[in-house]
């Protein structure tokens, strides 16, 4: 691993798994073991517990709409977080990020709060932090799952296992073994702006 410089790195464990899409947010093209590279987290295993409220408008924030119908939903769209589990080791990516970036990442990670996991991982980095699910964004998820108006975006679902899938069998293994299986219903939705 040759990560040398003092800067910034967020562990990825759901969509920030994805390169490609990471990527595109980011506008660089990322190389593997200078600016990313395959490690794991100890101690946390991934849960589906966080949601936005889709009804409510927030500014150069998406939502969600009924692919078919272009209609926006009235529910609660559900992300995957990640939960402390004793003697759980969770594979991801670990990204590296300027400060832009950075404060770019914590606007769209809104439903996260950023954690400090620098002593956490597998590999030795300075100031690495992970998005862990906010206070509020778990209680919309308990609101929504109470209403029974709580779903995951078919697209949001398939985006984290196929990043997973890409990083080879073992990280795949790794994420089905470590990833509380969603009891909601998976929907088939679109995002808009579409540029988010």
């Known amino acids: 691993m040759a990560f040398i410089d003092r800067t910034n790195f967020v562990f990825g464990y759901g969509s920030l798994v994805n390169v490609k899409n990471l990527e595109q947010y980011l506008k660089r093209q990322l190389k593997q073991n200078n600016d990313y590279t395959i490690c794991s987290l100890y101690n946390f295993q991934r849960c589906w517990n966080v949601a936005m409220d889709n009804k409510v408008d927030l500014p150069e924030y998406k939502y969600y709409r009924d692919r078919f119908t272009s209609k926006r939903i009235n529910g609660f769209v559900t992300f995957l977080n990640i939960r402390p589990y004793s003697d759980r080791i969770i594979s991801g990516i670990l990204f590296r990020v300027s400060h832009k970036e950075l404060r770019k990442l914590d606007l769209r990670e809104r439903n996260y709060q950023r954690i400090d996991i620098t002593n956490q991982l597998n590999i030795q980095v300075q100031n690495a932090w992970v998005y862990i699910g906010s206070q509020e964004a778990k209680q919309r998820y308990q609101k929504g799952l109470s209403q029974g108006k ?45 540029n988010l």
């Not at 790794?174 to 299986?181: G, M, R, S, V």
């Open 150 to 194: 709580a779903v995951i975006a078919q697209d949001y679902y398939n985006s984290v296992e196929n990043a997973y899938r890409s990083l080879g069998e073992k990280q795949w293994a790794n994420y089905i073994a470590t990833t509380d299986k969603p009891s909601l219903p998976i929907t088939d939705l679109e995002v808009y702006p579409t």
